[in-house]
């Protein structure tokens, strides 16, 4: 038989060979890219998929940086809407456009003109709509944001890892400013005011776009920051277009994959990480998924947040597992159900709608 390219091709360039047989995860990754090292500081964004890295992250040694904890006062009040999730109480990051703008804001580059929404003896960030502490007046809200803004920055500046998971095409922004919210104004809080609002469902090329702006300006300030992309395997709750909601989270997952991986073809340290088709992908079995098909099982979770550890040759540890050691079985599946549900803005859609 002639010789031609795919001669010279490994094993996990055929499907049959890597996908029908024997699959394994880690061959999904570069394995001349060590994605984290064991003294790395790591600070993670993103959708409520991304919120599931923290406990893995740290029961494998590695710091996972928090630089705004809930004040003293409030501690009884617990939270929800994934803000004491992340490094910083920023909640959930659905979009580059959100994020981009998030530093921007710290780095006083962008003041929203519509940044609170003032209700009852309430003044509501428009940006962390679900908070259980909202400010009391305009002058708290001012100090509450400027303190959120400065813990924002300094997690994202003193990181060596920053580990970002796509969620969203889809947004609401404002007419005036293009300020681009977490959710819908007016079903978490505020009012929904066409005048003021409009959907967006961003394109490949914005979200490469305010993703390669964002990695420059933050190198700007932490030259050493690696980036580490991943696109949420959630399918969208709803959705604001006249297609089918099927349709619709599939052209929004494509178009995320194809962004993250021009980014990480075209940005030095920038690397894409394979959750999306760890959890997706026709080799993955159907307990990946709960029931509603939408939120991703406990078991899902685990595969790809130890195939995340374990390419980085680190010693990865059932998170629920070493729980399981350390409580009891009631508490151990209460733990389970709060990792693998986590709230989200974006999932308060149903009940309201």
Not at 137 to 163: M, P, Y
Not at 295 to 320: D, P
């Amino acid at each position: 038989m002639a010789n031609n390219p795919y001669k010279s091709q490994s094993d996990k360039a055929f499907w049959s060979r890597s996908v029908s047989t024997n699959f394994d995860s880690q061959n999904l990754i570069d394995s001349s890219t060590q994605l984290l090292r064991g003294k790395d500081k790591v600070t993670s964004a993103g959708s409520c998929f991304a919120s599931n890295l923290v406990p893995y992250i740290e029961s494998a040694g590695l710091t996972y940086l928090r630089t705004e904890q809930l004040p003293h006062v409030f501690s009884s009040l617990g939270q929800n809407l994934g803000y004491a999730n992340f490094s910083a109480a920023y909640g959930n990051i659905y979009t580059t456009r959100q994020l981009l703008q998030l530093y921007l804001r710290s780095l006083g580059e962008f003041k929203p003109s519509d940044d609170k929404w003032v209700q009852e003896m309430s003044v509501i960030d428009a940006f962390r709509p679900g908070l259980k502490f909202p400010a009391s007046s305009v002058e708290e809200f001012e100090l509450h944001t400027k303190s959120h803004l400065r813990a924002t920055r300094e997690a994202f500046e003193t990181a060596d890892v920053f580990v970002y998971t796509f969620g969203l095409t889809e947004a609401w922004v404002s007419r005036i400013d293009g300020a681009t919210y977490p959710a819908c104004p007016g079903t978490i809080a505020g009012t929904y005011d066409p005048k003021k609002y409009e959907f967006r469902n961003f394109s490949v090329e914005e979200i490469v776009s305010d993703m390669a702006i964002f990695v420059e300006k933050l190198r700007g300030r932490n030259p050493k920051v690696r980036f580490i992309l991943s696109v949420s395997p959630v399918p969208l709750v709803a959705t604001a277009t006249d297609q089918h909601v099927l349709t619709a989270s599939t052209y929004s997952k494509s178009v995320l994959r194809v962004a993250a991986d021009e980014l990480s073809r075209n940005l030095k340290d920038v690397t894409y990480f394979p959750a999306y088709e760890i959890i997706t992908g026709p080799q993955a079995p159907i307990e990946y998924f709960e029931d509603d098909r939408r939120n991703v099982s406990k078991l899902g979770i685990e595969k790809v947040m130890n195939t995340l550890i374990q390419s980085s040759g680190l010693v990865s540890r059932s998170v629920l597992i070493q729980k399981q050691d350390e409580v009891d079985e009631e508490k151990a599946e209460m733990l389970s159900s709060r990792i693998t549900q986590i709230e989200c803005d974006e999932v308060m859609l149903d009940d309201q709608l």
